[in-house]
T-cell receptor
Framework: DTEVTQTPKHLVMGMTNKKSLKCEQH?????MYWYKQKAKKPPELMFV???????INESVPSRFSPECPNSSLLNLHLHALQPEDSALYLC????????????FGPGTRLLVL | SQKIEQNSEALNIQEGKTATLTCNYT??????LQWYRQDPGRGPVFLLL?????KEKRKERLKVTFDTTLKQSLFHITASQPADSATYLC???????????FGTGTKLQVIP
C-alpha cells in the first residue's frame, strides 16, 4: 500500500471556526509532513514529524497546530484562520532513513471565508 | 538569498521529441535533488532522486543529471507523449535531510 490519504477533500470554513485536517499512511513511514500550496506556486513546507516528534516548524502561525497521535496519523488543527490561508494543504510521508522520497496525498482544498 | 529556479514557466514540445527541463539553485549545498510530477488538483508524485555524488540517473524514459559545480540539474523525458503533460517540480534538501524546498515548477505541454 503506497497511498497517503487525506480527509476531507474540500473544506470551507469561517474565520471563527475550528476544524481539523487528517492524513493517514500505512507504509510504515516514520516521517510525516504538512505542506501548503497556493495556486500556481510550489508546495511550501510547514511542519515535519519524525518518529512522532515535531522536528521542523517553518515559523508557521499558531493558528495552525499539528498533531501526530501515532506513526500512521497526522492532523492539522485550524483555528481563527484568515482568507489568505486558503490553499491546497498537502500531507506527505517518507521512510526517514536518509531515503527522503516523499509520498504525497491528494490534498485538502481549503477555503476560508 | 536562496533560490531554486526552473528556467521555463511553461514548455511546449511536439510528441516524440525529448523534453529538457532545467533546475538552477543558488546558495544551497544539497545532499540530494528530486524531481516530482504534479497534475492539476493532485499531490506531487515522486519521479527520481539523485545524490550529490551522482552525475546521472535513469528510469525508463526519464533521465536526470546533477552538476554541483554549475548548481544545476537537467531533467529529460525522451519520446515524450501527451500523457507526460503536467507540471514538473525539482526539490532539494535545504537544511537537514528532511527539509525540502521546491523549485518554481515548469508546466510541460506535449502536443500530439
Amino acid at each position: 500500500d503506497t497511498e497517503v490519504t487525506q480527509t476531507p477533500k474540500h473544506l470551507v470554513m469561517g474565520m471563527t471556526n475550528k476544524k481539523s485536517l487528517k492524513c493517514e499512511q500505512h507504509m510504515g513511514h516514520r516521517a510525516m509532513y504538512w505542506y501548503k500550496q497556493k495556486a500556481k506556486k510550489p508546495p511550501e513546507l510547514m511542519f515535519v514529524y519524525s518518529y512522532e516528534k515535531l522536528s521542523i516548524n517553518e515559523s508557521v502561525p499558531s493558528r495552525f497546530s499539528p498533531e501526530c497521535p501515532n506513526s500512521s496519523l497526522l492532523n492539522l488543527h485550524l483555528h481563527a484562520l484568515q482568507p489568505e490561508d486558503s490553499a491546497l494543504y498537502l500531507c506527505a510521508s517518507s521512510q526517514d532513513n536518509r531515503d527522503e522520497t516523499q509520498y504525497f496525498g491528494p490534498g485538502t482544498r481549503l477555503l476560508v471565508l | 538569498s536562496q533560490k531554486i529556479e526552473q528556467n521555463s514557466e511553461a514548455l511546449n514540445i511536439q510528441e516524440g521529441k525529448t523534453a529538457t527541463l532545467t533546475c538552477n539553485y543558488t546558495n544551497y549545498s544539497p545532499a540530494y535533488l528530486q524531481w516530482y510530477r504534479q497534475d492539476p488538483g493532485r499531490g506531487p508524485v515522486f519521479l527520481l532522486l539523485i545524490r550529490e555524488n551522482e552525475k546521472e540517473k535513469r528510469k525508463e524514459r526519464l533521465k536526470v543529471t546533477f552538476d554541483t559545480t554549475l548548481k544545476q540539474s537537467l531533467f529529460h523525458i525522451t519520446a515524450s507523449q501527451p500523457a507526460d503533460s503536467a507540471t514538473y517540480l525539482c526539490a532539494l534538501n535545504s537544511g537537514g535531510y528532511q527539509k525540502v524546498t521546491f523549485g518554481t515548477g515548469t508546466k510541460l505541454q506535449v502536443i500530439p
